[in-house]
Nanobody, 118 residues
Framework: QVQLVESGGALAQPGGSLRLSCAVS????????MTWYRQPSGKERDMVASISTTTGTTNYADSVKARFTISRDNAKNSVYLQMNSLKPEDTAVYYCNAKTFKPPYNYWGQGTHVTVSS
């Protein structure tokens, strides 16, 4: 079992910055990838950024490239999403996701709300 807890969501103004955190506990040695997803109200949940827990390789959605940065701290079993140059379109509930192979499964956090508005 893997448990995920997100934090850091808040109200921000356009052009501002926020840093989201995801604390991972449980059988963390089985996790091979961490991903941030987001779901705007009334829309589908989409991938934002992903990072390999072993190699550090990252992937980003085109809409957030050059603005968001995903990072990891394996010693703290934590993953972060630094969000800069925020836009109103970034408003959503942001979810942390952990993928495992043993057994294959997706674990989800409870979500943290991000609102970008003047």
């Amino acid at each position: 079992q893997v448990q995920l807890v997100e934090s850091g969501g808040a109200l921000a103004q356009p052009g501002g910055s926020l840093r989201l955190s995801c604390a991972v506990s449980g059988f963390t040695s089985d996790v091979y990838a961490m991903t941030w997803y987001r779901q705007p109200s009334g829309k589908e949940r989409d991938m934002v950024a992903s990072i390999s827990t072993t190699t550090g390789t990252t992937n980003y959605a085109d809409s957030v490239k050059a603005r968001f940065t995903i990072s990891r701290d394996n010693a703290k079993n934590s993953v972060y999403l630094q969000m800069n140059s925020l836009k109103p379109e970034d408003t959503a509930v942001y979810y942390c996701n952990a993928k495992t192979f043993k057994p294959p499964y997706n674990y989800w956090g409870q979500g943290t709300h991000v609102t970008v508005s003047s």
